[in-house]
């Protein structure tokens, strides 16, 4: 099944724990991304990387760390992690070097609820 | 700042009526237009771009620069229809293109 797979699908955590969400595209895409959905479903991006170059970074905490091991995974680590971090957070991919086309492949997203 | 502004966030119509799902977009460049849907349990995924001036699923959507909109429409809705609708814009150069969302509208196609 070719597609953006993330695991875990659903994170329930505490305040000030250490958390992280993996993705993996088997697409053969260059770019990946990671964007993050609030709870009013505002859809805003937060990196992007580029055959495991980070490309963008947008004003993201610092404990919002990004790694991507090849160009086929993308993971997020976030540390300590605050109230204000619950959200579903997506990864996608794109077959061009930047958002190319603008056609972005979407995982299936990661709710996180930090209590 | 480059920005897409969706001012609906649900938007309700009964199965057969016209539907417009509006979006306005702020970019000092050339925008490429996008709208993408997330259906229930689905992923969210691209459904047209305006350089392709397609219909898809019955839906257009016409980029008018000069009110810097780029409305969705479809004349007769489904039930089918009922989602999650985002208006995109990517800007940037080839390498460190973005593609930003609007806030997203919900259309509920009522039978």
């Known amino acids: 099944d070719t597609a953006v797979s993330q695991t875990p699908k659903y994170l329930v955590t505490q305040m000030g724990n250490d958390k992280s969400i993996k993705c993996e595209q088997n697409?053969?895409?260059?770019?990946m991304y990671w964007y993050k959905q609030d709870s009013k479903k505002f859809l805003k991006i937060m990196f992007s990387?580029?055959?495991?170059?980070?490309?963008i970074n947008e004003t993201v905490p610092n404990r919002f760390s990004p790694k991507s091991p090849d160009k086929a995974h993308l993971n997020l680590h976030i540390n300590s992690l605050e109230l204000g971090d619950s959200a579903v957070y997506f990864c996608a991919s794109s077959p061009n070097v930047g958002a190319g086309t603008g056609e972005l492949f979407f995982g299936e997203g990661s709710r996180l609820t930090v209590l | 700042a480059q920005r897409v502004t969706q001012p609906e966030k649900l938007l309700s119509v009964f199965k057969g009526a016209p539907v417009e799902l509006k979006c306005n977009y702020s970019y000092s460049g050339s925008p490429e237009l996008f709208w993408y849907v997330q259906y229930s349990r689905q992923r969210l995924q691209l459904l047209l771009r305006h350089i392709s001036r397609e219909s898809i699923k019955g839906f257009t959507a016409d980029l008018n620069k000069g009110e810097t909109s780029f409305h969705l429409k479809k004349p007769f809705a489904q039930e089918e229809d009922s989602a999650m609708y985002y208006c995109a814009l990517l800007y940037g150069s080839s390498n460190t293109g973005k593609l930003i969302f609007g806030q997203g509208t919900t259309l509920q196609v009522k039978p």
């Open positions: 697409l053969g895409h260059d770019t």
């Open positions: 990387y580029n055959n495991k170059e980070l490309i």
